[in-house]
């Protein structure tokens, strides 16, 4: 780092303690490793930038149609920004041979994160969202035709040009019809977690410690999304968290949810790109503990999944009737997919036929009064299916065949062109 000359020597009286970290083989498989200060005592004292970092979810929503995507990764991202020359010496860090300093922004800055999407958003301003999409350091170009996303490929590697950026190109994918991006596969078909992520989950060994056990839900939860019932299926894994619960490896309950949660993932599961020209449908349900929902599009009955969500009663609304339960699944699911259906049509499917009619009662009772009047903003029509709804489920594992992934007929064939030769072509750019 000293010749590339993102750190210098310092005399700066501020000094953080230092690690050295593994990064993942490269293509070479070398192994290279990453150094990580301990800023924790710097970003106590540092106020905070408040510019956001883009939505994973909005991200993969404006996906859908695409049938050719790039995925574009800056080499040593956050050491391409340069620090403010009058907060270089705050950087600064002691090793075995000196007293060091960084000239190029660090990892580990509180800051770091939202000083560095600020940086991408600007230099790519005027073609985000349209050409390309971008997180932190990873971008993703997605079109229709091979001849539009060369066309985009061009404006996104003219903006790098001219602010200077280095991009790495054995993490980066051109033309393909399937890339990863932030944890996931994208395809013209629809989404799908990463197969190194549901790797990982199916590798990890059962948790002993409450350390341990969040570290597992937080792996599999970033992928809840994906899982009908999600609250309800890891109840027993959560309720370990509290303070009244201990940890029982041996326990058969826990072992057995913790060895069904792990595979929840393995059936390949797929969730289609949300098309705001067509209509949604809300599918709720509640239990006994959890409430959830399933937005989807197509008929019902044969309606195919955009995403799930669900959560666990508190302790005060396990108490509730079933039909506050049924209400208050709707009232939540309505909140939490707020973004897709405020301002639409839907529907709202459910299997507790009392709510077809309540919202023609003159006297319900007022919590389920309170409820109705925050469902008057959105414009929906009630239908009721008998039984429990796992068509969803069930679609949740099939790819499905989506009109609105089809490409224009005067468009190319799908073929994947990601064997061709892009570099050469990006050399000429």
């Given amino acids: 780092m000293l010749k590339q000359g993102i750190i210098r020597p310092s005399d700066s009286p501020w000094s953080s303690p230092i690690w050295i970290v593994p990064k993942k083989l490269d293509a070479s498989g070398q192994r290279k490793w990453r150094i990580v200060i301990d800023y924790r005592k710097l970003n106590e004292q540092t106020v905070e930038d408040r510019y956001p970092l883009p939505n994973i979810n909005d991200i993969l929503d404006k996906l859908g149609r695409s049938q050719y995507f790039s995925t574009i990764d800056l080499a040593s991202g956050f050491h391409q920004i340069e620090v403010d020359p009058n907060d270089v010496q705050k950087t600064a860090f002691t090793v075995e041979n000196g007293h060091y300093e960084f000239v190029r922004m660090p990892f580990g800055l509180k800051n770091a994160p939202s000083t560095f999407q600020r940086v991408m958003d600007n230099v790519l301003r005027g073609i985000v969202n349209n050409c390309c999409i971008v997180y932190l350091d990873d971008i993703i170009v997605f079109s229709t035709s091979l001849q539009e996303h060369i066309q985009k490929l ?25 890339v990863n991006y932030l944890g996931h596969v994208i395809t013209p078909e629809g989404i799908k977690p990463n197969p190194d992520k549901i790797k990982a989950i199916l ?16 792996l599999i939860g970033y992928y809840r999304k994906f899982i009908k019932n999600f609250a309800k299926i890891t109840k027993p894994l959560t309720i370990r968290l509290k303070k009244d619960h201990k940890i029982d490896p041996n326990e058969t309950d826990y072992k057995n949810c913790f060895e069904f949660c792990k595979n929840l993932l393995t059936n390949d599961p797929i969730l289609q790109y949300p098309d705001f020209d067509k209509q949604f449908i809300l599918t709720t349900d509640a239990s006994n503990y959890a409430i959830g929902a399933v937005l989807s599009q197509g008929t019902i009955g044969s309606d195919l999944p955009v995403a799930f969500a669900s959560r666990t009663l508190n302790e005060h609304e396990i108490n509730y009737s079933t039909i506050e339960k049924e209400l208050l699944a709707i009232v939540w699911a309505t909140k939490y997919f707020r973004p897709y259906l ?3 049509k839907f529907k709202i499917v459910t299997d507790h036929q009392p709510l077809k009619w309540l919202f023609s009662l ?17 414009d929906y029509e009630i ?12 679609a949740l594992s099939r790819p499905p065949n989506l009109n609105m992934a089809t490409t224009p007929n005067n468009s190319e064939p799908e073929t994947d062109y990601s064997d061709k030769p892009i570099f050469e072509y990006i050399k000429k750019i």
């Fill in 342 to 344: 405020y301002g639409r």
């Fill in 383 to 394: 239908h009721y299916k008998k039984g429990k709804l796992n068509s969803n489920a069930d």
């Fill in 362 to 378: 003159k006297e319900p009772n007022s919590k389920l009064v309170r409820w109705r009047l925050r469902l008057e903003e959105f």
């Fill in 154 to 178: 061009t404006a996104v590697f003219d903006r790098l040009r001219k602010f200077n950026f280095k991009i790495q190109l054995d993490k980066s994918e051109f033309l393909k019809k399937e």
């Fill in 203 to 218: 590798d990890y060994s059962i948790p002993t410690t409450p350390k341990q056990l969040k570290g597992f839900l937080g």
